[in-house]
């Protein structure tokens, strides 16, 4: 079945629009950001505002690892709190955004590199709802979730995520939510506001390889260097951004958000494809 076949069959539920949304990478840092006004989540506030409303929205949390590839499937998510040691305000956040059933039988129909599970247990964990709660706090937006088999490749990964490329045409959002450098290991509470210098230079090597259109350089991340081991000690906050690349297209306009280092070893460096 060809692309041209496949986007006919979403017409049912969302008919295919003029202008494609964009798509966005966002670095989501500490669940803290989910209620704190700061700098990152007014960022992602103003971004709600500055793009086309959605029809739905689809997140690619790095925090929802499976065997196999799953996709949120029910009408009502649950908001998952899957974290520990943080203050009670946080637990206390719900995000009641509604699902989207029938979405998420067409997007698995799309999606021919695999068999996509429907799944009805998951819900939305804060790598998507502290980002999507201060975009759209309304929570009037269907929210889905697809999860990231574990046990593929990097390669596997960016092939799958160009079969989403049609989405973009039916008004929906593409969010990829991790981080580009993530050590949680080597934290430095003392750089709240700063990278060591290897984090700070893979930002900037990132940041290069993304505008140069460079992917196939970013999907074979293992072979850029000692200060990529350091950033990506496991790879489950860096594959995100490669489903926000596998949606882009030639027209993309491409820009960069949020570009700062933290907490020593955290990239906040966030993309907008439009």
């Known amino acids: 079945m060809n692309a041209l076949t496949d986007l006919k069959n979403f017409s049912d539920t969302l008919p295919v629009q003029d ?12 669940p803290m950001n989910g209620i704190e006004d700061n700098a990152f989540s007014q960022r992602w506030a103003t971004m709600g505002k500055e793009i086309p409303t959605p029809q739905a929205v689809l997140v690619v949390s790095a925090h929802w690892l499976t065997r196999g590839t799953a996709i949120t499937a029910m009408a009502n998510p649950q908001t998952i709190h899957d974290f520990g040691g943080f203050p009670q305000a946080l637990f206390d956040v719900q995000y009641p955004a509604p699902g989207h059933p029938k979405l998420a039988e067409e997007t698995a129909a799309l999606i021919k590199k695999t068999k996509v599970h429907l799944d009805h247990d998951w819900g939305l964990d804060h790598g998507s709802w502290s980002v999507v709660k201060n ?9 889905l ?29 593409i969010i990829g939510s991790g981080n580009m450098v993530h050590n949680l290991r080597i934290l430095d509470w003392n750089k709240p506001d700063g990278g060591y210098d290897w984090a700070d230079e893979m930002n ?4 290069r390889l993304i505008s140069e259109n460079n992917h196939q350089a970013l999907i074979n991340f293992q072979d850029l260097g000692k200060a990529a081991a350091l950033s990506i000690p496991t790879p489950d906050h860096y594959l995100p ?3 926000t690349l596998g949606v882009k297209d030639k027209h993309d306009a491409l820009s960069f958000f949020n570009d700062k280092t933290t907490m020593g070893s955290i990239s906040m460096t966030s993309v907008k494809l439009d």
């Open 135 to 143: 975009m759209y706090p309304d929570a009037n937006i269907p929210v």
């Open 204 to 207: 900037q090597t990132f940041k």
């Open 145 to 173: 979730q697809l999860s990231i088999d574990y046990n593929k490749s990097a390669q596997y990964h960016y092939d799958l995520a160009t079969e989403l490329a049609a989405l973009r045409k039916k008004g929906v959002l």
């Open 19 to 30: 202008r494609k949304m964009p798509a966005l990478f966002i670095g989501h840092g500490s």
């Open 241 to 243: 951004l490669l489903y």
